[in-house]
């Protein structure tokens, strides 16, 4: 079956303006993460969904970052007032439950801030 | 402390040789293991997870905990130059708590011909 997208693959913006990245997860998943990585690191957690509430948001750096999950399927990582520092690849993930042990990860997006 | 704590490399090693990955966790509670490859540009590829003391193998990949020393290696035997990549050590925190990952900041295996 398919795996988890992200769109878009690459995004280039300004200092100053705002982004929005979306992940469609895998069919019937309910468990969706957000990473971030940075050149030479480990993906860093930034928010964890299950089902379409936020179970987790305790990674999201500060409150220019937000991201929503109405119907517990796509889910949005808004960015807003963006920083050359939040160039980065932005990884989504989704397990079939919050416990299941396997997070299967998209192809990420690039967001380059200029 | 680094919460999960993996030497950057790379770990060079000929082919058909055994690569050993080494990862240090610090919370004494930590309870699932995982090991993912990630080639240059692309996203992280789940090869396999341990939760168990002892040796967990899935061809040619064998995972060991040890708990008691908070380690927990990924072995590769016939390495394959199409091994090269970086191997990400992962650790799922304990019970009770949001199922997000940990990760070290990987190893770079390189298999030389």
């Known amino acids: 079956g398919a795996g988890v997208s992200q769109t878009p693959s690459n995004k280039v913006t300004e200092k100053g303006k705002y982004v929005e990245l979306r992940c469609d997860p895998i069919s019937g998943h309910t468990a969706l993460y957000w990473y971030r990585q940075s050149l030479g690191q480990g993906p860093e957690f930034l928010i964890y969904?299950?089902?379409?509430?936020?179970?987790?948001d305790s990674g999201l750096p500060n409150d220019r970052f937000f991201a929503v999950r109405p119907e517990g399927s796509v889910s949005t990582l808004k960015i807003q007032r963006t920083e050359r520092g939040d160039s980065a690849v932005y990884l989504c993930?989704?397990?079939?439950?919050?416990?299941?042990?396997?997070?299967?990860f998209g192809p990420g997006t690039r967001l380059t801030v200029t | 402390q680094k919460e999960v704590e993996q030497n950057s490399g790379p770990l060079s090693v000929p082919e058909g040789a055994i690569a050993s990955l080494n990862c240090t966790y610090s919370d004494r509670g930590s309870q699932s293991f995982f090991w993912y490859r990630q080639y240059s540009g692309k996203s992280p590829e789940l090869i396999m997870f341990i939760y168990s003391n002892g040796d967990k193998e899935d061809g040619r990949f064998t995972a060991q905990l040890n708990k008691a020393s908070q380690y927990v290696s990924l072995l590769i035997r016939d390495s394959q130059p199409s091994d090269s990549a970086t191997y990400l050590c992962a650790v799922k925190p304990r019970p009770g708590t949001a199922s997000k990952l940990t990760f070290g900041t990987g190893t770079r295996l390189q298999v030389t011909l």
């Open positions: 993930a989704s397990s079939a439950t919050g416990t299941s042990n396997e997070q299967y």
């Open positions: 969904f299950q089902g379409t509430g936020a179970a987790d």
